[in-house]
């Protein structure tokens, strides 16, 4: 609520893109002249911008008591609050598994609560707070991937945390790669399976599948507007 705009790194940019969706009814091309940023020379809606989206939707709602800036933005930034909140409660499960003793699971969460920078990121609009949620999503859903040899409800975690991933921020995509890898190495060194290729493919085909679904339009969309760059980059530097 206090802190000002000009103290979080890159949040005037990022808050451009929610108010343009919000007074326009729409989304945005990458090189629309509003969103332009006069010092860079462009635009964060060239890239995955999935947490302005949500802010858009927590905009409308306040708009209909007030529309004036701080309101908006205040809306805006309560993506990162609840992001961060929701990273706390992951924590505490992740903690939960990986630690036998109640004392450990309630401090890694705290640890990362009250991590400064943490506490900071989750305090105004960002794609970096949303991200750290969906890589904890992710990291989760190895744990209990690992623990139920890949049952149906890891699967699901795995393939929402990474769709909200890829829509979201291109420096964490390392996760997604590193998914793969997890997948592939502990099925193969599960003794227990018969049909391991078999079993990968069907594992695979529901993580995709999730993808497709949740993820799937924004890639399809960059496809057909920016003539084949699924990713928006090559287009952004020309």
């Keep these: 609520l206090r802190i000002p705009m000009e103290l979080c790194p890159d949040e005037k940019m990022r808050f451009d893109a929610p108010l343009w969706i919000f007074n326009n009814n729409r989304l945005p091309y990458g090189n629309e002249p509003d969103l332009i940023d006069f010092r860079w020379g462009n635009s964060y809606a060239f890239y995955p911008y999935f947490p302005s989206l949500v802010a858009v939707l927590f ?14 933005l205040t ?25 036998e003793r109640k004392e450990s699971k309630y401090l890694f969460a705290l640890l990362v609560a009250f991590l400064p920078q943490f506490g900071f990121l989750s305090s105004y609009l ?12 992710i990291l989760y859903s190895w744990i209990v991937g690992l623990k139920n040899k890949w049952n149906l409800k890891s699967c699901i975690l795995l393939g929402v945390g990474i769709s909200l991933e890829s829509i979201t921020y291109f420096f964490a995509y390392g996760w997604i790669l590193c998914s ?12 227990d399976l018969q049909n391991k290729p078999l079993f990968l493919t069907k594992r695979i085909s529901i993580v995709f599948g999730i993808f497709v679904l949740l993820a799937g339009w924004y890639f399809l969309r960059n496809a057909i ?14």
């Design 59 to 72: 905009m409308k709602f306040v708009s209909l008591f007030s529309d004036t800036q701080i309101v908006l």
């Design 75 to 99: 809306a805006a930034r309560f993506v990162s609050v609840l992001a961060g909140t929701a990273t706390v409660f992951l924590s505490f499960l992740i903690g939960k598994e990986i630690f």
């Design 126 to 137: 960002n794609n970096d707070c949303f991200s750290i949620f969906c890589s904890g999503l």
């Design 180 to 191: 793969i890898f997890v997948a592939i190495i502990s099925v193969c060194a599960n003794r």
């Design 225 to 238: 507007i920016y003539d084949g760059d699924i990713l928006g980059s090559n287009s952004s530097r020309e």
